[in-house]
């Protein structure tokens, strides 16, 4: 089984690669010099392509032996394109036999020392001054222009007809064991490459000395040898490709994502410390202004109590003690709205889903707002149907509704009218909660979940509020994994929705 899954993954590379080479043999028959300018415009633009990426890395310190290889084969590519120019037939330079192969030289000595330089300074890393090297590379490579085509000082290499000279076999051999030196230190386990790109880059130098070894024999500028030189050639800087191309813009890529992901945290992170920050304002605000003022008018009322009781009449003490007991009343219901708003702001309130009857829900809640309704002659219809039921937790989705009635009553007229509702969708059922009060606009209405803005408005009856039971409704829906929002106009009435999912949902267990 493992055998064949491994000759599966094989078989398409292997089919390709027969048939490029299969191709690139019978072009070479039918047209060598196009055969050859294929083999060097591939090299050309892997060299080139390196150069480019490594380039735009040079403010990384970690990437600085990328950046010299990329420098050295930009003038790799140089030399390799006037070897392409000068070959015989190309007829773009004046040329003789002799410079291609002079060029081919020059570009091969140029890659051997590149390479060598990549991987010892891999190795050790010290830091590069980039222009130094440019101005090196570009010195060097100058010279060997001026000494082939200017003083005419560089070495024989090629007679057609008696092949290859001492001088060019000496530094192919050269240049072999340069390159092999490098697949060496590149091979060591313990060095700086990752083990997939270790075996590229340790395949590309060794397909690289075969190919300049494969050059110490052929005759022909377009015999055998040659074209096995640059097949092997090609084969190398495809090797090459996959390890500094490839991995380079897969690294990218990577970190391009994981930098998009810190942000994508970075922007949530901050989103929740604003919010924190804002909810503290609000805390300090609620605490130094509306948590102060019922109990300052209870201390005042039971003061004045205390200071007249033997003026007052009986009714006017009861008077003074119930107008005490609402101002005790508002204050306890501020407090406990503050206790619940804070600890769902702190994730201490843990959401425990079962089934639950939703018609049954909502007429616990009305008979708990019921007296709030009476003393406004406020009618409360509950249109919910009997048999619908959701999956929610029951004290987080009372909480809610209770919320959403109080705020109803308070906003509505004298002898007015609160109706409930609910509209099955397909995971999830609409809670709705109108009144026909006074309404709001639409500055207003965006203002009502919004923890950084202070919205409060006094009820029809003058009750008092601090906006703290809608801002407990959004954290407690978000909660139950709903969402809530509003219709409301002006002198129409205001309808509050909210949605409840029917079913079970992922991390939860259904209970009966």
């Known amino acids: 089984m493992f055998k064949r899954s491994v000759l599966h993954s094989l078989g398409i590379p292997i089919s390709i690669s027969a048939f490029v080479t299969l191709a690139l043999y019978y072009v070479s028959g039918r047209n060598y010099l196009l055969y050859h300018y294929l083999a060097e415009i591939f090299s050309i633009v892997i060299a080139f392509g390196v150069f480019m990426i490594?380039?735009?890395?040079?403010?990384?310190?970690?990437?600085?032996?990328?950046?010299?290889?990329?420098?050295?084969?930009?003038?790799?590519?140089?030399?390799?394109?006037?070897?392409?120019?000068?070959?015989?037939?190309?007829?773009?330079?004046?040329?003789?036999?002799?410079f291609p192969t002079k060029l081919w030289v020059s570009a091969r000595y140029l890659q051997g020392v590149t390479l060598f330089l990549f991987v010892w300074k891999s190795r050790h890393g010290k830091q590069t001054r980039f222009w130094l090297v440019f101005v090196t590379y570009a010195t060097a490579t100058t010279a060997l222009l001026l000494a082939i085509f200017t003083w005419d000082i560089f070495p024989l290499c090629f007679e057609e007809g008696s092949g290859v000279t001492r001088f060019k076999k000496a530094s192919e051999y050269a240049i072999s064991i340069i390159l092999l030196i490098s697949g060496i230190m590149a091979y060591r386990p313990k060095g700086p490459f990752k083990a997939p790109v270790r075996r590229l880059l340790v395949g590309s130098i060794g397909i690289t000395i075969l190919s300049e070894l494969s050059f110490t024999v052929y005759l022909s500028s377009s015999g055998f040898f040659n074209f096995l030189g640059h097949l092997l050639k090609i084969l190398s800087f495809f090797l090459a490709y996959r390890?500094?191309?490839?991995?380079?813009?897969?690294?990218?890529?990577?970190?391009?994502?994981?930098?998009?992901?810190?942000?994508?945290?970075?922007?949530?992170?901050?989103?929740?410390?604003i919010q924190a920050n804002a909810a503290k304002d609000k805390y300090i605000s609620i605490l130094a202004h509306d948590l102060r003022n019922p109990f300052s008018g209870v201390m005042t009322l039971t003061e004045l109590i205390t200071k007249r009781f033997d003026d007052l009449s009986s009714d006017e003490i009861r008077h003074q003690i119930d107008m005490a007991h609402a101002g005790v009343r508002q204050g306890m219901d501020l407090l406990d709205h503050l206790l619940s708003?804070?600890?769902?702001?702190?994730?201490?309130?843990?959401?425990?889903?079962?089934?639950?009857?939703?018609?049954?829900?909502?007429?616990?809640?009305?008979?708990?707002?019921?007296?709030?309704?009476?003393r406004k002659s406020i009618t409360i219809l509950n249109a919910i149907e009997e048999n619908v039921t959701v999956f929610s937790d029951p004290n987080m989705l009372s909480t809610i509704l209770r919320n959403l009635l109080a705020n109803a009553i308070k906003f509505s007229p004298l002898s007015g009218t609160v109706e409930l509702g609910a509209t099955i969708q397909t995971d999830h059922a609409v809670v709705s909660v109108a009144d026909a009060g006074i309404g709001m606009n639409s500055e207003s209405v965006d203002r009502l979940f919004r923890v950084d803005t202070h919205f409060s408005t006094v009820g029809t009856a003058g009750e008092s509020g601090n906006g703290l039971g809608l801002l407990l409704c959004a954290e407690l829906v978000r909660q139950i994994q709903g969402r809530i929002w509003v219709d409301s106009a002006p002198e129409t009435g205001s309808t509050f929705y909210f949605t409840v999912p029917l079913s079970c949902r992922m991390g939860a267990s259904e209970e009966h």
């Open 54 to 98: 490594a380039w735009n890395s040079r403010q990384k310190g970690e990437r600085d032996p990328f950046v010299l290889l990329g420098i050295g084969y930009l003038f790799v590519a140089l030399l390799d394109t006037l070897h392409a120019l000068t070959y015989d037939g190309m007829s773009v330079l004046n040329e003789t036999h002799d």
């Open 243 to 273: 390890a500094l191309i490839a991995g380079e813009v897969q690294n990218r890529v990577r970190t391009i994502a994981e930098l998009r992901k810190a942000r994508k945290r970075v922007e949530e992170s901050e989103e929740r410390l």
């Open 341 to 374: 708003w804070g600890r769902a702001q702190a994730g201490m309130v843990n959401s425990q889903p079962i089934r639950v009857n939703l018609r049954g829900i909502v007429d616990v809640d009305i008979e708990f707002v019921e007296s709030d309704a009476q």
